[in-house]
């Protein structure tokens, strides 16, 4: 695991903060993953082989950012002692890569992904970064979010808006 030129571990308010991910958050990320895939879960298969298609997925997922961002740092959002999100980011010069955000479903809506955006906002604010990510144009609610707290398209395909916020 890398580390970032700045703190974004301690810029979230409480009960919210971010640790790096440890070799013991497996589990915990596996799930977090699986409550993302809906989609695969709708199709029309036996349970058994959506949950290893959902897992192989995962595995592909990790390995395309390895290779794609082979300096990301991996964090872990808890509430309080409890783990409740994910976050993989990467600089690269004057660019924050988020690269990947997702909140437990009991978490979502209640102001942890806004807590973790102002957070990387401000930092990438005081350090003169842009934040580029990515978002599924499915995903209505964080496409919401994201305009939200200021953030434009600078792109898109048939599947995803690439999305940039600047401080100026």
Known sequence: MHTLPFSALASLPAPY?????????????AALYGSTR???????AAPALIE???????????HGYRQTYPQAVYLVLEHGDRPIGRLIIEQQGDVLHL?????VPAARGHGAGSAVLRGLQAQAAQHRLHIHLAVNKSNAAARKLYQQLGFHLRGENE??????????
């Open 17 to 29: 903060r971010l640790r790096a991910q440890r070799d013991d958050d497996d589990d915990f990320a």
């Open 38 to 44: 809906d989609d695969l879960r709708q199709m029309p």
């Open 52 to 62: 290893q298609l959902i897992a192989m997925q995962r595995t592909m997922q990790s």
């Open 99 to 103: 690269i990947d955000i997702a909140i």
């Open 159 to 168: 599947v995803q808006e690439q999305l940039a916020w600047s401080a100026q």
